[in-house]
């Protein structure tokens, strides 16, 4: 029997874990000598490439040395927690990333604390210590500070570690050598994992902790065998502790993972990860087990939502346009898929039958929902992002984060105002020889809009990460947009003689040509209020020649906005109208009458 190691790979954002495990594939010799290899295989999913960021939990299985050991890469975003927190149920240790240079950040801390929650134990790498900038002895002692702070037991204290470079595919395991594959990586987790200490004839014990699906298979569920064996045809019982009693269901296909492939088989045995597909009744946390030995096991907690936002019927005089699926059925039924497979998302209704509220971990976390969304051609409208309130001790409370932001010293007296604002404390100060390291306690509410705003303030040159830090009485009013918005008195398309003449007014979200409607906000002004203006004039046309040239309309390129951005712009009476091909900003009335009485209504 092949002994089976199953370990999850955890790393901040940008601190090479798809690129290591890249490496590894070359090594171990998963993939053919001459078979193309694109870089990042494990990032599949068209955001995750782009953004250059893990968002799905991921399985694959490299065989070495006789042994199989199964690689679960992790989202490094805190937003993406929800695929954490489940996949690490699958593992029996955890490899730590961490970058030779920035050290243990947010994210490296959530992962983390969350692995000893659950007594893993934990292997560390320090990679990148090619950098001409690496400090790898600090960040080993920043690392073992970093265990000590999460109640880290003396055994998973005494942690080995290695050093190398994900990139180009090397480690050592003493620092000042230099070494040609990653045999000293491959020998630390052989050695020094144990696999689960699993019983292959007991009754079976399997539960699903990832939820897929495929238009041919149906229902996919991904987890561990824990116990006994998982037959191809097996009649057996579906039972969670929240479920009222159990349902029999049958194993119609079962496959494991061999690379990056799923490869279909008749029995996969403890302690491996087994792929059942075809059972429509499966969801996460539930347990596969015999009707004489009906036993579920815990099922899975995940942290609460800390963010809402409202997703509802785009009711633009644009709407249909752009769109395929646009009706409140057809939403509503992508937003239920989406819960299915991603629990740390929730969806509740509002007192609209076209609107539904949408919970997640952050504005990561919705904003990679709406985008793929609009990819698959839906078109709907959403509000603004919101925090969660929750009472405590008959007190209402809000979501605190634990933010850190990295910024050259010259600039961090600018970030420490700003987020002073928006009531954060600042808790630690480092000041190194490029960067200044700060580490603030801030409301959940107090970063939305925050990372494009320090952006700006540092000439894009903060980096800026965030964690859930527990719940606190409302701490009041947050300061955020300063200016109002410029929004169109009409139907048309837009005309450069009417921009030119406006120019004065504010900033321009729009161009000539483009198509605007009644109530659409076209850019943003220099003075709080908001003001109409009709971008649709064109200059009037006469029989008289001028006494000079016509004049020429030099316009300012337009403000353009990506999708997060968009959502940390909004205010509470407007509206970001998403269609596969536009994003447009709106007023949630588009009657300038009943706007002026929404108006009033707030001041009296």
Not at 157 to 167: D, I, Q
Request: with cysteine; aromatic share 6%.
């Amino acid at each position: 029997m092949t002994e089976t190691i199953n370990i999850a790979i955890v790393a901040h954002v940008d601190h090479g874990k798809t690129t290591l495990v890249d490496a590894m594939f070359r090594f171990a010799g998963t993939f053919r000598s001459n078979q193309v290899m694109q870089e990042r295989v494990m990032d599949s999913d068209a955001q995750e490439r782009e953004r250059g960021i893990t968002i799905l939990a991921k399985n694959t299985a490299i065989d070495y040395q006789g042994r199989r050991i199964n690689i679960i890469d992790t989202p490094g975003h805190a937003d993406f927690g929800g695929q954490v927190e489940r996949t690490l149920g699958m593992a029996d240790a955890v490899l730590l990333l961490v970058d030779s240079f920035e050290g243990p950040m947010p994210q490296t801390r959530f992962v983390l604390s969350k692995a000893f929650e659950r007594g893993l134990k934990a292997l560390v790498m320090v990679n990148k210590i090619d950098r001409p900038d690496e400090r790898a002895a600090e960040v080993l002692d920043e690392v073992f500070d970093l265990f000590v702070e999460l109640g880290a037991t003396d055994e998973q204290l005494e942690f080995p570690v290695c050093y190398g470079s994900g990139r180009d595919g090397w480690a050592v395991a003493e620092l000042g050598k230099r070494a040609e594959d990653l045999r000293p990586l491959f020998a630390m987790i052989t050695n020094e994992v144990k696999p689960l200490e699993a019983d292959p004839e007991g009754p079976l014990q399997f539960q699903a902790v990832t939820i897929d699906h495929d238009d041919f298979v149906g229902r996919i569920g991904v987890g561990r065998v824990v116990r006994g064996t998982i037959q191809l045809g097996a009649r057996l019982m579906l039972c969670n502790p929240n479920r009222p009693k159990p349902v029999q269901v049958t194993v119609k296909n079962l496959y494991r993972y061999e690379g990056l492939a799923k490869v279909a088989v008749d029995r996969i045995i403890a302690g491996d990860v087994a792929v059942v597909a075809g059972i429509e009744e499966l969801a996460i946390g539930d347990t596969l087990c015999p009707a004489d030995a009906i036993e579920p096991l815990p099922p899975i907690h995940l942290d609460e939502p800390t963010i809402s936002m409202v997703f509802q019927v785009n009711d633009s005089p644009f709407a249909g346009k752009e769109g395929d699926f646009v009706t409140s059925r057809q939403v509503a039924a992508r937003l239920e898929k989406e819960a299915l497979r991603d629990a740390a998302l929730q969806i509740a209704p509002t007192e609209r039958t076209d609107s539904f509220e949408v919970k997640g971990r952050g504005v990561m976390h919705l904003s990679v929902l709406i985008e793929n969304m609009r990819r698959e051609g839906y078109e709907f409208a959403v509000g603004k992002p919101r925090v969660i309130v929750k009472e405590i001790d008959g007190v209402k409370c809000e979501p605190m984060e634990r933010a850190t932001v990295d910024v050259p010293g010259v600039n961090a007296g600018r970030v420490i105002e700003f987020l002073g604002r928006r009531r954060g404390e600042l808790l630690e100060m480092d000041s190194g020889e490029a960067m200044t390291h700060l580490e603030f306690r801030i409301p959940a509410r107090g970063l939305i809009g925050a990372r494009t705003a320090l952006l700006s303030l540092t000439q894009g040159e903060a980096i800026l990460g965030h964690l859930f830090d527990g719940w606190e009485p409302d701490g009041g009013t947050i300061p955020r947009r300063n200016g109002g918005v410029l929004v169109s008195d009409r139907s048309g398309g837009v005309m450069a003689y009417a921009l030119d003449g406006l120019s004065d007014r504010g900033k321009f979200f729009i161009k000539p040509g483009d198509e605007v409607y009644g109530g659409m906000i076209v850019g943003e002004t220099n003075k709080p209020g908001d003001l109409e203006m009709n971008v649709c004039r064109a200059k009037k046309l006469t029989n008289m020649r001028a006494s000079g040239k016509d004049d020429n309309a030099l316009l300012t390129p337009p403000k353009l906005m990506s999708l997060e951005e968009f959502l940390e712009y909004i205010e509470d009476d407007e509206l970001l109208e998403v269609t596969p091909k536009s994003l447009r900003l709106r007023k949630r009335s588009l009657d300038p009458n009943q706007r002026r009485k929404d108006a009033k209504a707030l001041r009296v």
